[in-house]
Nanobody, 111 residues
Framework: QVQLVESGGGLVQPGGSLRLSCVVSGRIVSIHRTGWYRQAPGKQRELVALMTSTGLTNYADSVQGRFTISRDNAKNTMYLQMNSLKPEDTGVYFC?????WGQGTQVTVSS
């Protein structure tokens, strides 16, 4: 059974940074598309960033230039570096690999 465990969320002031991590049990990070999604209160879950198995990346327009997705295949871990955070980035962030999902980690951007 594949499990994904996110960490790194928290409360940060506007303009601050956070790095989310997602540890994946099972060696699938390097062979599948990986992604980060978020869900704000009262809204649908939306894509934040994707990375293909070959390393190509794609970002939502709202985070382009501020967020960076990466992974460490040796550690079966994926990351989301978030800089210049805005209040509208607030939400629960989920990592995903193939058809598997993590439980989510809360990110709150507020002064």
């Amino acid at each position: 059974q594949v499990q994904l465990v996110e960490s790194g969320g928290g409360l940060v002031q506007p303009g601050g940074s956070l790095r989310l991590s997602c540890v994946v049990s099972g060696r699938i990070v390097s062979i599948h598309r990986t992604g980060w999604y978020r869900q704000a209160p009262g809204k649908q879950r939306e894509l934040v960033a994707l990375m293909t198995s070959t390393g190509l990346t794609n970002y939502a327009d709202s985070v382009q230039g501020r967020f960076t997705i990466s992974r460490d295949n040796a550690k079966n871990t994926m990351y989301l570096q978030m800089n210049s955070l805005k209040p509208e980035d607030t939400g629960v962030y989920f990592c995903s690999v193939a058809t598997f999902w993590g439980q989510g980690t809360q990110v709150t951007v507020s002064s």
